[in-house]
């Protein structure tokens, strides 16, 4: 348990339960991205078949197609760098959190991918689960994946920084923001625990016209940006 982020809650929940109520009554629902959930930029057999997995980031809340979504931004940034044909495929669900994921996944067979990358964090975040169930919920994510596709190379993306995010109103931002660090740091610890996973973190998105109409999700330019820093941080391990 972290005392000091409790106490924060406690001392400031009079403020922070009326602001989250009111947050989540007038913040914009934007929905799901249309369309089909897979596609590929290049022409014939893909090099590399990429699978983005999670909650609204990978079900590409804030963009109107999952081709603006951050799956195929991803393929589009490693089709031009690499001049080699990407597929994607991209499997979310709006405000789910990890336990939920992998009921869901049970019962669903994943397509056949070289690489999935994890997008969650956010609703785990509000949702206050603790830091212990969080990293365990982790380490159940990638076995079941594994147990699918054992060949498969699986990266955690970091949490999205919620300080950043702009529907959320101050204190509240700032109190979620350290919340989704101490859930990102969980990602880290995962990966630090096994060497053939990877860790990949996001811009800051600082720029206003990076979020969506709510506030709280990318928008399509948003995505354009998360993919350009995940693909530079790929290519340059791959590099080293």
């Keep these: 348990m972290h005392l000091p982020f409790w106490f924060s809650v406690g001392a400031l929940s009079p403020v922070v339960i009326p602001l989250a109520l009111y947050t989540r009554r007038t913040t914009v629902?934007?929905?799901?991205?249309?369309?089909?959930?897979?596609?590929?930029?290049?022409?014939?057999?893909?090099?590399?078949?990429?699978?983005v997995v999670g909650e609204s980031t990978a079900a590409g809340v804030g963009t109107l197609h999952h081709r603006?979504?951050?799956?195929?931004?991803?393929?589009?940034?490693?089709?031009?760098?690499?001049?080699?044909?990407?597929?994607?495929?991209?499997?979310?669900?709006?405000?789910?959190?990890?336990?939920?994921?992998?009921?869901?996944?049970?019962?669903?067979?994943?397509?056949?991918?070289?690489?999935?990358?994890?997008?969650?964090?956010?609703?785990?975040?509000?949702?206050?689960?603790?830091?212990?169930?969080?990293?365990?919920?982790?380490?159940?994510?990638?076995?079941?994946?594994?147990?699918?596709?054992?060949?498969?190379r699986v990266t955690l993306l970091a949490v999205p920084p919620m300080h950043r995010f702009t529907a959320l109103p101050?204190?509240?931002?700032?109190?979620?923001?350290?919340?989704?660090?101490?859930?990102?740091q969980q990602h880290r610890h995962v990966v630090a625990d096994d060497n053939t996973l990877l860790y990949l973190g996001y811009p800051a998105l600082q720029d206003p016209t990076l979020l969506a109409e709510d506030g709280y999700h990318p928008s399509a330019s948003g995505y354009r940006a998360m993919a350009l820093a995940l693909a530079e941080q790929l290519n340059s391990q791959q590099g080293a």
């Design 170 to 184: 101050i204190p509240l931002r700032q109190l979620l923001g350290w919340r989704a660090r101490q859930l990102d």
């Design 68 to 152: 603006q979504g951050l799956a195929s931004q991803l393929a589009l940034q490693l089709h031009q760098h690499s001049g080699q044909a990407i597929a994607w495929h991209t499997l979310g669900v709006n405000g789910i959190r990890l336990e939920a994921l992998l009921a869901n996944l049970a019962d669903i067979a994943l397509p056949e991918v070289d690489e999935v990358f994890i997008s969650m964090g956010v609703n785990d975040t509000t949702g206050l689960t603790s830091r212990r169930r969080y990293r365990a919920g982790l380490l159940h994510l990638v076995q079941a994946l594994r147990k699918q596709h054992p060949a498969v």
């Design 29 to 51: 629902r934007l929905p799901e991205a249309s369309g089909e959930p897979r596609g590929q930029w290049g022409q014939g057999a893909p090099a590399t078949r990429l699978l």
